[in-house]
């Protein structure tokens, strides 16, 4: 032998235009003969064994775990041992490319996670091709043989055999060995057990939502924990709309806190920044009638009661399918609270023209605590923002918290916007409460946080 | 008069006029037509009944079932719509029934056939009893009174009907509407004739006698004339009756003559009369009323799908298969009588269904005169009497002719008298064109038998054992009847003959299957459904549609269109999204549309879907033949329509 053979990655079947190599028998450089098994290839419909077509010293140009596609050079044989690299690529061009020898034998038991297993062996069963998908597989040069698994075929069938443009379009050449290769499609038994659901028009509009932020692929996440004190009990005292729920308080704290986190509530279009200069709390809720965002307008300037109530009526409109788009619709940052099911933690997804996004999961019943996720956009904003404010927030709601369970005459004094009791006040290092008389002759106490913000 | 004729008497007026007393103080809901007057009728014949005998009565029943059975407690409770009324309140004044021995109902002489079939059960059966049906002279209008003495007469059942003739129908005085004489009417039929009236007790009781003995005697028919007079208004406030001749009729009525010739005793019977009302109207006034859940429930449906198996083709032919079926069920069950128009040898019927089996059961293969509505009269009645009756309608537009029968009879006996009775017909007739008949002989009337409730309608097609569908209709405790829609162009199909490749023809495992024929493994990408004999052409489509426009369809064929039991349409109709609903008949309000309308409301929200009728166009059936393919849908239309509106 004078010459350098190139072995080639067989076209065992139509539809595989990409081999796993699952194995290679031979250290690189052996002196291999005639029929000397060289590597085993996989595709999803069987497993086969290249062996070598002639005498020779083997070079590998594959290892195991490749991904190849049909045509690719995955060993050459060499006329004489210490063949050298450089040598190749020279008389890469001479070479006469002989197809490995291929032998078929029965899939491996254990399949690769590559590889779906091959279906058991079924009855034959010859498909009947309608009149376009007879057109396709000849315009396709498509071996009907192919489909030999299927009752009927259609020319949406052939089609889904073809491989998409972007595989067609890398030639196999000598000397490539990586390409951009197609997944291989779903074993027919498998596609045959599926039961097919479109994708509704919201779900459509919430992965196009989700998918603004998240294809720009850096988004981060912060977590902390907060823990629970008697935040309970405050929240039972204080709440008159939702006394169980955890949510209004924290997109009360939240709201506050963001004035001072301009970049949580802004996005990124193109090479700028956006900076909301208003903040519009959404609150993502799925109460079994679909994803929505009910939007709390101007969430920072309510008051706890104000708050709460309108997060109420907005949660009735949802139940009784009354939103108007106004109050789904324009939020500047969303808050998701899956705290009533019982999940530990959550990595909430940034929606659309927002920077940020706060989850909320449900309390862990051993060390009364529960955990706050804040996913944030690394594009707007960086970590060290996204941890003081989840900080400030876990101490602002650690306060509520830090008050006795029930309360006493010394928790009268509450103040009138955020409903903090003097014990909580101290709690949180506040100087106490002030009176205040409003325009109206009204009179009321305000803590210093509510009064001058944080 | 002895004592015990006057004193039931003077309980049915007694009655009654409390009856028009609490209508008048609202405490009666619906109407109330009274007897005040004629009440000596009622007694009289009851008098000369046994306990075999049975009685139907019409809109002025009160006294008839007084006078049978006696039951006062159970009329008044039953006319104030108490639970514990005759019929559980449900029916009321007019519709009354009394352990299988009094039958009430509201429309005009629509009861005759039924005391026909009451009778002749009787006479099947070898067991004494006659039948007596109360009629008005009002009642000599309808047209299946005639079609009734025709055939009572004809087949010498035993059957008395009583004309009370009190000149008047609800406000038009006899001569304005009645030609020739009352008694030339049954004279022309042949039938014994009676005639009496009710100011002449001893003659009435004893011409009542007379005639009961007669038809009891002879075992043929009778029809007994009395005179009398109704001195209540027909309902209530309608009297426009002249005064003078009012005056002359409460002369002349022998109740107030009691009044007047005994005074004191009468006032004595009178007072222990109105104390028993008085006493059980106060008890029943306690009484609950029927809660809706006891009266209707919606029925329960599994979730769970039923088992299916392959449909094995059979070189029988339908009507071959339908003939062999009958024949067995003749043997196996003493109590299925066939009746209809020409089916019995040598002709054996339009279709041949029975041929043969006249000559085998002469007794219960019944060659019926040309009267679709007396003769599902009859197998009410028979129906009511235990039997179990399967009459054929010779061609599917003539069950209008039958619609009385079907949808104020059949339909409601089971319900009206509480469930304490049923009535399951089985009415079986050939719809459908394709064979040049024309207008009125091609017809898919199905639209018309749909809508009525309690009515189950089962469609054969040519993938299921029919056989199977008829034993399933005869199972015990069938309750209300059903209507079994054959196909002319089935008869000669081969059961389950269908040949395309890679399809697979399979169906439900449960009294009325549904047949799917769908590709081997893949999904299919529309759904049609089709029942009856168009599901044949449906079929036709399917290799068409995939072989020439690249489409996986497949073709949902129930065979019980009423009661609608969506589950497995609403499966397919999930997975493909897109629905096509075939039909023999024209689209508006048919089974299509309503089948659209349950799988919208039950899919709507969940899964958008496409939805579309391919329906005969809405005129007459031309007979030419092209023109008549064009109007009815034929494989072509379906697969153009398929494909214009393929998802």
């Known amino acids: ?454 | 008069m002895d004592a015990a004729v006057v004193r039931q008497a003077l309980l049915i007026r007694r009655v009654e006029e409390t009856l028009l007393e609490l209508f008048s103080q609202g405490r009666l809901n619906g109407t109330v037509h009274t007897c005040i007057g004629q009440e000596l009728s009622a007694v009289a014949f009851a008098r000369a009944l046994v306990e075999q005998d049975v009685v139907v009565s019409g809109h002025r029943c009160h006294g008839h079932f007084l006078a049978l059975t006696g039951d006062l407690d159970g009329l008044l409770a039953e006319m104030l719509g108490k639970v514990t009324g005759v019929c559980g309140g449900i029916g009321s004044s007019q519709h009354l029934f009394h352990q299988g021995r009094f039958f009430s109902n509201g429309i005009q002489g629509g009861m005759v056939p039924v005391a026909a079939g009451l009778a002749l059960a009787r006479k099947l059966r070898g067991v004494p009893g006659i039948g007596v049906a109360f009629i008005g002279d009002g009642t000599l209008g309808q047209g299946i009174l005639y079609e009734t003495l025709n055939l009572v007469a004809r087949w010498r059942i035993p059957l008395l009907i009583v004309c009370e003739d009190n000149r008047y129908a609800q406000s038009t005085p006899r001569e304005a509407t009645l030609a020739g004489t009352i008694e030339a009417r049954p004279a022309a039929f042949g039938i014994e004739t009676f005639v009496s009236d009710t100011w002449d007790w001893p003659r009435l009781d004893a011409q009542a006698a007379r005639s009961v003995a007669h038809v009891r005697a002879t075992g043929t028919p009778a029809l007994h004339v009395v005179r009398t007079d109704r001195l209540a208004p027909h309902s209530k406030g309608d009297d426009t009756r002249d005064a003078a001749e009012l005056d002359a009729a409460r002369a002349r009525d022998l109740l107030t003559a009691h009044a007047r010739a005994h005074p004191e005793q009468h006032g004595q019977w009178r007072a222990a009369i109105d104390r028993e009302i008085r006493d059980l109207l106060g008890r029943i006034a306690q009484e609950p009323v029927l809660m809706l859940e006891e009266y209707h429930r919606k029925p329960r449906v599994s979730p769970r799908l039923p088992a299916r198996r392959p449909v094995l083709p059979s070189s029988e032919r339908l009507v071959t298969r339908l003939n062999r079926c009958f024949a067995e069920l003749l043997a196996e069950h003493p109590e299925v009588v066939l009746l209809g128009e020409d089916i019995v040898d040598p002709y054996g019927g339009a279709f041949k269904v029975t041929r043969g089996l006249a000559t085998a059961h002469p007794d219960r293969v019944l060659a019926t005169p040309i009267s679709e509505a007396a003769i599902t009269g009859l197998a009410n009645g028979l129906a009511l009497a235990g039997m179990r009756p399967i009459v054929e309608i010779m061609f599917g537009d003539f069950v209008t002719l039958a619609m009385d029968q079907l949808i104020n009879h059949a339909a409601k006996f089971h319900r009206m008298y509480n469930g304490q009775i049923g009535c399951p017909l089985i009415l079986r007739t050939p719809m459908g064109g394709y064979r040049g008949y024309g207008p009125t002989h091609s017809q898919t009337l199905d639209k018309f038998l749909l809508g009525i409730d309690t009515l189950r309608v089962v469609a054969l097609n040519a993938f299921t054992d029919p056989a199977g569908l008829y034993r399933a209709l005869l199972a015990p405790g069938q309750q209300d009847p059903a209507i079994v829609i054959e196909n002319k162009t089935l008869y000669g199909a081969r059961i389950g003959d269908f040949q395309e490749e890679n399809f697979i023809v399979e169906e439900t495992i449960e009294p009325f299957p549904l047949t799917h024929i769908r590709p081997l493994h893949s999904a299919p990408e529309v759904t049609l459904v089709a029942y009856g004999g168009i599901a044949s052409i449906a079929a036709g489509v399917l290799g068409p549609l995939f072989e020439q426009h690249d489409l996986k369809a497949e073709l949902l064929i129930p065979s019980l269109l009423c009661p609608l039991d969506p589950r497995a349409i609403l499966e397919a109709v999930e997975r493909s999204g897109s629905l096509f609903v075939v039909e023999e008949g024209s689209a508006f309000a048919a089974w299509g549309a309503e089948l659209i309308a349950t799988i919208q409301e039950r899919l709507g929200r969940r899964r958008p879907f496409s939805a579309h009728r391919i329906a005969a166009l809405p005129v007459p059936i031309p007979a030419p033949r092209d023109l008549e393919r064009q109007v009815l849908v034929e494989a072509r239309r379906i697969i153009r329509d398929v494909v214009a509106h393929r998802p």
């Open chain 1, 1 to 454: 032998m004078s010459t350098i053979q190139d072995i080639l990655a067989p076209r065992l079947d139509v539809s595989s235009d990409a081999l796993l190599v699952v194995a290679i028998h031979q250290p690189g450089g052996a002196a291999v003969g005639a029929g000397t098994p060289l590597l085993d290839l996989e595709t999803y419909k069987a497993q086969v064994v290249v062996e070598s077509p002639g005498e020779g010293f083997v070079e590998y140009l594959c290892q195991v775990g490749d991904q190849v596609p049909t045509g690719a050079v995955l060993a050459r044989l060499h006329p004489q041992a210490g063949f050298t690299v450089e040598a190749e690529r020279r008389l890469s061009a001479e070479v006469s490319p002989t197809p490995g020898v291929v032998q078929e034998r029965m899939p491996s038991p254990v399949a690769d996670a590559a590889s779906p297993p091959v279906p058991e062996t079924t009855p034959a069963l010859a498909p009947r091709f309608s009149k376009a998908a007879r057109q396709a597989l000849k315009r396709h040069h498509l071996d009907p043989a192919l489909f030999q698994d299927q009752d009927l075929v259609t020319l949406r069938d052939v089609q889904s055999r073809l491989p998409p443009p972007a595989v067609q379009t890398v030639a196999p050449t000598a000397g490539q060995r990586r390409v951009a290769l197609r997944f291989p499609p779903l074993p027919a038994e498998l596609q045959r057990r599926i039961d097919w659901q479109p994708l509704t028009q919201a779900k459509q509009l919430e992965i196009q939502a989700l998918d603004q932020v998240q294809r720009g692929g850096q988004v981060s996440l912060v977590t902390t924990w907060v823990r629970m004190g008697t935040l309970r009990a405050h929240i039972a005292r204080q709440s008159e709309w939702l006394p169980e729920s955890l949510l209004p308080l924290v997109v009360f704290e939240t709201a506050r806190l963001l004035r001072r986190h301009p970049c949580l509530n802004g996005f990124l279009e193109g090479e700028r920044i956006g900076l909301y200069r208003d903040i519009h709390i959404g609150i993502a809720v799925d109460m079994g009638q679909g994803l929505k965002v009910l939007t709390l307008p101007h969430a920072d300037t309510l008051g706890f009661r104000e708050l709460e109530q309108l997060l109420f009526q907005r949660i009735e409109g949802y139940l009784d399918r009354t939103l108007t788009p106004g109050e789904l619709l324009g939020s500047t940052f969303t808050v998701t609270d899956l705290s009533g099911f019982g999940v530990g933690h959550i990595q909430p997804l940034v929606n659309a023209h927002q920077s940020a996004i706060l989850g909320i999961a449900g309390e862990d019943p051993d060390l009364h605590r529960f955990q706050l996720s804040l996913a944030f956009d690394h594009r707007v904003t960086e970590g060290r923002e996204a941890a003081l404010f989840l900080q400030a927030l876990r101490e602002r709601l650690e306060g509520h918290g830090a008050g006795p369970e029930t309360p006493d005459a010394a928790t009268r004094p509450v103040c009138g916007v955020c409903l903090k009791t003097l014990p909580e006040d101290r709690a949180m290092q506040g100087h106490g409460l002030l009176q205040l008389v409003d325009s109206a002759g009204r009179e009321s106490l305000i803590c210093q946080v509510c009064l001058m913000g944080y």
